[in-house]
């Protein structure tokens, strides 16, 4: 398995400002030597040695992560913004993917704001199934695509080949592969979800704001949460931040490390990053996440920013 995030905000779309682009440049143009330009290698070897977080952005689209199996076949979680661009790369393949299976955690318009744009919906020859363990679905997902708030209707205007389905509480089979949920603490409901693979484990943990029941050893939290080779968590604010927002049904990235390392997940992705904090912040936030994670004792957990645009094998 691998996956791509194709949106990684939470709570709002971010463009990066232009003042956030100049002062990039600006950045970047004080650290150039003359020896970083003698040679179309020189500029390459400077360009790699800048950080990430000033030499691209961790990215400004809400939440979308697309999981290929290896098979070639795909889920997505969310429809966020992200979505929109994961479909336009979609239409380059070569063949086209005829079929689409995309699992939501809940229905705030982080996690659904994409789905008006996603040009497979409105191509009769791709079946588009969309999962959730709440019922109504269908209209849920209708009612953000109404007058006045958008100018054409799902009914009206997208394919009649798209299927709503509601999962049960022993998950969903989709090509063989189970896939668990679990509910989480968020207002109004949000859900996780998890495949397993062979070998290998794959958790989407968003939107969450993670409390004590979520780490007590019970029999359904180990099935859902232990051993995950990869884990998504939200992880949107600093610990101070959480405290002042608690109850707003998101993590602080310190409680997602504890949460990571008591449930023994092998590698962590810092997720529903809050559209406040610059690409520099993110980077400080991830840093701190890690000497946190050595000071508990969790030196094996190896944890990453979870960026628009990057693949990773599962
Ligand atoms: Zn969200
Ligand atoms: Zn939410």
């Not at 705030?108 to 679905?137: K, M, R």
């Not at 509480?169 to 109004?188: F, K, M, S």
Request: charged letters at 20%; hydrophobic letters at 35%.
């Amino acid at each position: 398995m691998r996956f791509t995030v194709w949106g990684a905000r939470g709570s709002f779309p971010t463009p990066l400002t232009p003042r956030a682009i100049q002062s990039k440049i600006a950045s970047v143009v004080q650290r150039i030597k003359p020896s970083d330009l003698v040679s179309s290698d020189a500029r390459e070897r400077f360009l790699g040695s800048l950080p990430p977080w000033l030499f691209g952005t961790t990215g400004g689209n809400t939440a979308c992560v697309q999981l290929e199996l290896d098979d070639s076949r795909q889920l997505i979680f969310d429809a966020g913004s992200g979505i929109v661009e994961l479909g336009l790369s979609q239409l380059r393949r070569d063949p086209a993917p005829t079929e689409y299976h995309i699992l939501f955690t809940h229905f705030h318009y982080d996690h659904i704001q994409g789905l008006p744009f996603f040009p497979h919906a409105f191509n009769p020859g791709v079946a588009v199934h969309f999962y959730s363990p709440v019922e109504g679905l269908q209209e849920i997902l209708s009612r953000q695509m109404q007058h006045p708030w958008f100018p054409i209707t799902m009914e009206d205007k997208m394919s009649k080949n798209l299927h709503f389905h509601r999962i049960p509480p022993e998950g969903v089979e989709i090509y063989g592969h189970r896939i668990r949920w679990r509910e989480l603490n968020h207002p109004g409901r949000a859900f996780g979800y998890r495949i397993d693979q062979g070998e290998r484990s794959f958790g989407y943990v968003t939107d969450v704001e993670l409390r004590e029941k979520d780490f007590q050893r019970t029999e359904d939290n180990a099935a859902f949460f232990e051993n995950l080779d990869v884990m998504i968590i939200d992880s949107q604010y600093t610990l101070d931040e959480a405290i002042e927002k608690y109850n707003w049904g998101h993590s602080s990235f310190s409680l997602a490390v504890d949460f990571a390392v008591a449930w023994g997940a092998k590698r962590m992705f810092m997720f529903h990053h809050e559209p406040q904090y610059s690409d520099k912040k993110l980077q400080q936030n991830v840093q701190s996440a890690r000497w946190y994670a050595n000071r508990i004792g969790g030196t094996d957990l190896e944890i990453q920013l979870a960026t628009e645009g990057v693949t990773i094998d599962v």
